[in-house]
């Protein structure tokens, strides 16, 4: 089995469990227990630690590493005269890293150990902790001890018609893994939402509006032309289940509605 850790590829003899009362199908979770994620479940050939993958998420937040290039770094670090005879698990690393970054989110938020609860809309994803929520910063009295202008939220709507997404070549394998459950909105209703909506185009009377200009682009080889998010007003705090893809022109406008 190939082992990909942080200092290095290596490839070691695993053999199956075969003590009584064990399991031969259950390989993939004894693999877990000695924090090894294993690639695949049913026979895996290869398995990440628990410490790569750790390694891998931080490198991409904080230093904004590809996976093709942490993966190359570790090549380096088993061979660094010949790299290209070190096995090659890049597709095994994006598969993988992209399911532990969605069990950590379950586990932060409460959901990795409860498998027949659902986190909901927005049930992976933060709000703003200093705007005023009932039954978490408010006492229960809050109605009456403060004025409705005192605690009322206040949001900003804005968008970002330079964060263009391009088509996929197979776009069906992109499968998520939490529809809906971080900050952008669930994809099936709000396709729904853009079929139902009539597509209208600003006019502007400037001569050279760049953001009414940019906004109407529809190039051919995009998927989506912008973004657009809802934030509180005081503290800039994206609201979950509240992002959005812009799909042309300023049709963002319904979109947020």
Sequence with gaps: M???HT??????E???CKCPGSDPNDWHL?????RLFPASISMPKTAFTFDVLDHFLIDALECKTSAMSFYQKLKRFTNNAFPERVPDRYRELMRVSWLWRDLKHRKWFGFG???EKDPGDGGLALFCPACPQPGLNLPADWKVQYDRDTVMRQYVIDGNFTAQHMKMNKPELDVALSDGKGYMVSEGPYQN?????LDSKERSTCSNDRAINAANI???NLRFTGIGATACARHGCFVPHSVVDFQK?????????
């Design 14 to 16: 695993v053999s199956v």
């Design 2 to 4: 190939t082992i990909v």
């Design 113 to 115: 150990l409860d498998a």
């Design 218 to 220: 529809n190039k051919f």
């Design 7 to 12: 200092e290095g590829i290596f490839s070691h």
């Design 193 to 197: 939402h853009l079929q139902q909506s």
């Design 30 to 34: 004894d693999l877990l227990h000695q």
């Design 249 to 257: 022109g300023e049709r963002w406008v319904k979109c947020l509605d």
